[in-house]
């Protein structure tokens, strides 16, 4: 799910040695979204393909999910994997990195447990939205142009454009509604 959406991802996480059980949101991300994020790393490196072809997924987690999964331990290395009780493989993965808080939902935001987790093209099925990077003072009439060359790639398929700044306005603005009614 992208930023300032409202929709939510998460699952129940679980260090394989301790057994500790941690519930966490989730979003799944290319390489290339720490950039457009703007993400800082407080701890570690950023996933990248260097990690192609290991065990494990490479995530990037925050410090409460850090703190919670791996108490009294440095995250960076250490590897979980998700709570299962259908009787399937977990699937696995290793912290390459830690940011201090991701509230992709905007500043109003709970603080949450969240772990960012490295995707790739080979998952494009389970993709659903693209972020894309313009650079500063691009004319709003290209979302026109980029409307149609989606158009041209998928027909059936439904696009909306949006800006992340506005994306940011419309979550801001429902989390201060309750506020301003009061």
Do not use: C
Request: hydrophobic share 40%; glycine share 8%.
């Amino acid at each position: 799910f992208p930023p300032y959406s409202n929709a939510t991802w998460n699952t129940t996480f679980e260090a394989p040695d301790t057994r500790v059980s941690v519930p966490a949101n989730l979003m799944l991300a290319d390489d290339a979204f720490p950039g457009l994020a703007g993400l800082h790393l407080v701890e570690g490196r950023m996933y990248g393909p260097q990690d192609n072809g290991g065990d494990a997924t490479p995530v990037v987690v925050n410090r409460r999910f850090a703190h919670a999964m791996f108490p009294g331990k440095g995250a960076i290395g250490q590897r979980f994997q998700e709570s299962r009780d259908d009787g399937k493989p977990a699937k696995r993965y290793v912290v390459t990195g830690m940011v201090d808080e991701l509230r992709l939902k905007g500043e109003f935001m709970s603080p949450v447990n969240f772990m960012l987790q490295r995707t790739t093209t080979a998952d494009i099925g389970s993709q659903r939205h693209i972020l894309v990077k313009v650079r500063p003072g691009t004319p709003r009439d290209f979302e026109a142009a980029l409307m149609r060359q989606l158009k041209n790639v998928r027909r059936a398929w439904g696009y909306e454009v949006t800006t992340l700044a506005e994306a940011r306005t419309v979550m801001t603005r429902a989390a201060l509604t309750p506020l301003m009614i009061l």
